[in-house]
């Protein structure tokens, strides 16, 4: 049961990720399709993400109250039918629309993922499932893009949508056949506007829970300035082919599923804190040989994304415990610190992506500073979170 709840849990959180990374190969063609420029496209990444972002501010809540079960379904429901409708868009404003709805609907999956493992497992065991779920969900972000690619080339843009209603209505089916629910009746929360406004000041007033918050989503910066500049960084920097996306999302994620497999080994024979030093300080290695070999040579493969693979397996090692941590501030309001902490990360994957990555696509030297004050902003916040 552990093995499939860790799967059902880890494929609910891809939604999100195969709704941002399938398309990307897919974008220059978009705006040739509609005729608009890169970043009227680039919109179609920013607004799914800002709407990501803000539900998820409510999904947390939303499980508290009426079950975690029965509002991922209705979520599921929407992605499906967003997803059919970008595949039929007749405009660009209309696509815009369906991503806005993707992106309300998206996050239900992996925040109150959070708090079913927070329902059903403690302490170690607990940050090793939230490590494993990390290390399966993994997988999306490095297959889309490849996915994408292939079906892109030989079925057209409009082929990746089709792909992602397929795989909500497989999630609807794992939802209902694999997922009870998690969340007695006797335990959730009033659906009271006063109560759920008083719980939310609660938890924006505690300075730690936001401190740690803030390092998760800076520390997940880096990730999104490379995604959110995926086409630029592969197709113009790299001067590789829409199908050649695998040379940046492999080392990228593969790199995360290691750090989450060898993180989720040792959650339970080694300190969360020690478990956090050795990933920040695998993090600071590979930012400095980005920026050192992005300033002596020019962009090529395979060098240029191998620092992205050890970055992002200290990622995976750091922030499994770091969520704990801020999660365990809340043992009654799990759902609602897992929708801040998911909003918080979020809101920063789509201002890195939607704002910070069009200033700085055009270099990889500019991307790998990017990266650096990301790891320092992250950083500084977890060390302040010891003094809140």
Known sequence: MYRILTVVLACLGMAGALAIDTYLPSMPAIGRDFGVGPVAVQQTLSVFLFCFAFMMLFYGTLSDSFGRRRVILVALAIYTLASVGAAFAPSFGFLLACRALQGLSAGAGSVIGQAIVQDRL???????????????????????????????VHFGWRSTFWFLAAFGTLLIVLTLRLLPESLPVE?????????????????????????????V?????????????AANFVMVILGLPETAFAWMFIPLIG??????????????HMAAGRLKWIGFGTMLVAAVLNIGYNA???????????????????????????????????PDNRGLASSMLGFIQMMSFALVS????????????????????????????WRASKLA
């Open 122 to 152: 403690k302490g170690a065991e607990a940050q090793k499932m939230m490590s494993n779920i990390m290390m399966v969900f993994g997988l999306a972000p490095a297959i889309a893009p490849i996915l994408g690619g292939w079906l892109h």
């Open 187 to 215: 335990k959730r929360q009033p659906f009271h506007p006063a109560t759920i406004a008083a719980n939310y000041l609660k938890v924006l007033r505690n300075p730690q829970f936001l401190l740690l918050s803030l390092s």
């Open 217 to 229: 989503g800076m520390s997940f910066g880096g990730l999104s300035l490379y995604i959110g500049s």
């Open 255 to 268: 790199g995360m599923v290691l750090g989450s497999a060898w993180g989720g080994k040792r959650a339970a």
């Open 296 to 330: 002596l040579f020019p962009a090529a493969i395979p060098w240029a994304v191998l620092p992205l693979a050890i970055y992002t397996f200290g990622l995976a090692v750091a922030m499994p415990a770091v969520q704990m941590t801020a999660l365990g501030l809340f």
């Open 354 to 381: 939607g704002l910070v990555a069009p200033v700085l696509f055009d270099s990889a030297f500019k991307l790998a500073c990017g990266v650096g004050v990301g790891l320092v902003l992250s950083f500084g916040a």
